[in-house]
């Protein structure tokens, strides 16, 4: 399955922004889908995902703060993202988990300025 994260961009600290994944492939209900991140200097880390049936899973610092859905009739999976903090700032990236080297796409850029 290929994925395309979009709807990042420049946030004030406490703001929102929903990012959305669009997946091509006829498997992509059956999948788990996670978004994941990588800020400049860092390794990517696993943010939260979702499996076929909704049910969910977060890293602890976006507990509370995001949350991450999915359409499976429109092949999409969403991350709301409330409370943004500076330290949220990170290309995002959507794939399936665990993660498969050939289903990164692009990520979307998010900053969070204080």
């Known amino acids: 399955v290929q994925l395309q994260a979009s709807g990042g961009g420049l946030v004030q600290a406490g703001g929102s922004l929903r990012l959305s994944c669009a997946a091509s492939?006829?498997?992509?209900?059956?999948?788990?889908i996670g978004w994941y991140r990588q800020a400049p200097g860092k390794a990517r880390e696993l943010v939260a995902f979702i499996h076929s049936g909704g049910s969910t899973n977060y890293a602890d610092s976006v507990k509370g703060r995001f949350t991450i859905s999915r359409n499976n009739a429109k092949n999409t999976v969403y991350l709301q993202m409330n409370s943004l903090k500076p330290e949220d700032t990170a290309v995002y990236y959507c794939?399936?988990?665990?993660?498969?080297?050939?289903?990164w796409g692009q990520g979307t850029q998010v900053t969070v300025s204080s």
């Open positions: 794939n399936v988990y665990p993660s498969h080297p050939r289903s």
């Open positions: 492939g006829s498997t992509f209900g059956l999948n788990v």
